[in-house]
């Protein structure tokens, strides 16, 4: 099929499972941030299950091809994964300054960071048990999670880096042996620190994807709109993704208006096209969908475009992350009909 479509990772959580108020007065939490569910504890991993059987079965009417979990279990993208780590001290916390210059609480790297045991499998299990269409998951990618963590125990940010991407590398073993067809990492802060990028990033992502037994992907964004208002011009870190042995690539393209001749860079890699805009509550026509995925064309050959959200839909209220997430579908089908 031309132009797939598929979220990046995350759906909004129902506000009955969720403070949403309080999710969205903070950053998305490095630590662990219970206190954001409404649920008691004893009940809350029934109460994931069901919201995110709704979060699947919502992607399906909207007309989705490729289906994730929504993320509905996780209090951020990252934290689920990089706090189940063994090196960290969770209880007295580290702090690292936000691309958007605020101070946040951190895991502290107090030993060697390691897999314990699987993290994410049985959210994978539970996703594919009930969709029969193509599954992705995500996991934060090895170079974001070294700069979301205060090192105090390795001689440099790098070292830390290529353990995550170890821990990384073992869970997307587990992942694709239990189902998943695409195994995404999400890797922000490519984008954030371009230059501590320059000099491991891609290293460390390439480490966390060698051997990878299914389609593996990485997401580069400027940051959740509800978070980061302002866009830059252009990527920072994007042309060196070349170099990287990932089969696709997640890139924001609306509320940006990213000029997409840059693409023609990445020439030979599967572009997943960010055509939402997230920063704006109107929901947009399949028209204005249409017309975002044809700008990508001239640089990107159309068997390799993925239509996707410019970003994870976890702050948007959740009638207008349905209706886009439809407009999405029909705008996708719209440009693929152009070319049948």
Same mark, same amino acid.
């Given at each position: ?185 999400? =890797?922000?802060?490519?984008? !954030?620190? *371009?230059?501590?990028?320059? %000099?491991?990033?891609?290293? $460390?992502?390439?480490?966390? +994807? ?80 249409? =017309?975002?995925?044809?700008? !990508?064309? *001239?640089?990107?050959?159309? %068997?390799?475009?993925?239509? $996707?959200?410019?970003?994870? +839909? ?27």
């Amino acid at each position: 099929m031309l132009f797939p479509t598929t979220l990046v990772g995350s759906y909004c959580q129902p506000d009955w499972l969720i403070d949403r108020e309080k999710l969205k007065g903070q950053f998305p939490p490095r630590t662990r941030a219970k206190e954001l569910w409404r649920i008691p504890e004893h009940l809350l991993s029934e109460a994931q299950d069901d919201a995110t059987r709704v979060a699947i079965r919502e992607q399906e009417e909207a007309g989705l091809d490729i289906i994730t979990d929504g993320e509905i279990r996780r209090e951020s993208y990252s934290n689920r994964f990089a706090t189940a780590l063994d090196g960290l001290d969770l209880d007295n916390y580290g702090t690292v300054i936000t691309r958007s210059g605020s101070p946040v609480p951190v895991p502290r790297i107090v030993g060697p960071v390691a897999r314990k045991h699987p993290v994410e499998v049985e959210d994978l299990k539970f996703l594919r048990a009930y969709t029969d269409r193509k599954v992705k998951i995500t996991l934060p990618g090895p170079f974001t999670m070294s700069l979301q963590a205060q090192n105090d125990y390795y001689g440099s940010t790098a070292e830390l880096a290529m353990d995550y991407a170890q821990a990384v590398k073992e869970e997307m073993a587990d992942l694709f042996a239990a189902g998943a067809d695409i195994v995404q990492l999400d =890797e922000p802060w490519l984008q !954030a620190k *371009p230059d501590i990028a320059n %000099d491991y990033g891609i290293e $460390a992502i390439n480490k966390a +994807l060698e051997g990878a037994a299914g389609t593996t992907a990485v997401h580069i964004c400027f940051g959740y709109a509800a978070m980061t208002k302002k866009r830059p011009e252009g990527y920072s870190f994007l042309p060196q993704m070349k170099a990287c042995t990932c089969d696709q690539i997640s890139i924001e393209t609306a509320q940006s208006s990213l000029d997409t001749s840059v693409l023609e860079e990445l020439r030979g890699k599967t572009i997943m096209v960010g055509v939402l805009d997230l920063s704006d509550m109107t929901v947009e026509t399949p028209e204005i969908i249409a =017309e975002r995925i044809r700008r !990508a064309l *001239p640089y990107v050959d159309a %068997d390799k475009v993925v239509v $996707a959200p410019d970003c994870g +839909l976890k702050y948007l209220p959740r009638n207008v992350a349905f209706g886009k997430m439809k407009a999405m579908a029909d705008g996708a089908a719209i440009v693929r009909a152009e070319h049948a």
